[in-house]
């Protein structure tokens, strides 16, 4: 069984680098044709795609998000990583990091939420 | 690239069959099946219902059934139980700017 946990701090300041992690275990980051996605949820609002990298390293990023945003993946630690620069209160939400293949998100962390405040 | 269009809440009674419906365009939901529905309970992650329009992941109940006509996908819910009361989000694959979008989110509740 596929199991996926989010790590990170739980506040970040205005203007700082959110940096979070997703620690896969139950099965290697590497293998099979899956990507690795991050996504979330602002309180009481919808599911939003941060963006999501592929076992060969590839990335694809929201467009809105692109520009402050990084994926990248460490399969020594069968890690992956999001880091999103410039925070400011928006960017306050639960943060996901899922599985997905072809489109469908089959397996999710727990999430974490990220408060941007100073 | 513009969320799906989901309505707000739909409610049933116990036993009652719902449809929640999931609108997109011919650049989604109408020109791929690679439509998923999403259960979310409150404080929880969502967990996959349906994939690829119809299919059920292992372990979801058979009461849940998945369905699409044109730009539109379904969610049908039958035998509603209290226990399905939550956030419902469909998903689709996208040759957009984004390699797949999400719904807006339906509520359900049972009455």
């Known amino acids: 069984q596929v199991q996926l946990q989010e790590s990170g701090p739980g506040l970040v300041k205005p203007s700082q680098t959110l940096s979070l992690t997703c620690t896969v275990s139950?099965?290697?980051?590497?293998?099979?044709?899956?990507?690795w996605s991050w996504i979330r949820q602002p309180a009481g609002k919808g599911l939003e795609w941060i963006g999501r990298?592929?076992?060969?390293?590839?990335?694809n990023y929201n467009p809105s998000l692109k520009s402050r945003v990084t994926i990248s993946v460490d399969t020594s630690k069968n890690q992956f990583s999001l880091k999103l620069s410039s925070v400011t209160a928006a960017d306050t939400a639960v943060y996901y990091c899922a599985r997905e293949r072809l489109a469908a998100l089959d397996y999710w962390g727990q999430g974490t939420l990220v408060t941007v405040s100073s | 690239q513009s969320a799906l269009t989901q309505p707000a809440s739909v409610s049933g009674s116990p036993g009652q069959s719902i449809t929640i419906s999931c609108t997109g365009t011919s650049s989604d939901v109408g020109g791929y099946n690679y439509v998923s529905w999403y259960q979310q309970h409150p404080g929880k992650a969502p967990k996959l219902m349906i994939y690829?329009?119809?299919n059920r992941p292992s372990g979801v109940s058979n009461r849940f059934s998945g369905s699409k006509s044109g730009n539109t996908a379904s969610l049908t819910i039958s035998g509603l139980q209290a226990e399905d009361e939550a956030d419902y989000y469909c998903?689709?694959?996208?040759?957009?700017?984004?390699?797949?979008?999400f719904g807006t989110g339906t509520k359900v509740t049972v009455l």
């Open positions: 139950g099965g290697s980051i590497s293998s099979g044709s899956y990507y």
């Open positions: 990298i592929y076992t060969s390293g590839s990335t």
């Open positions: 690829d329009v119809s």
């Open positions: 998903s689709s694959y996208t040759s957009s700017s984004t390699p797949y979008v």
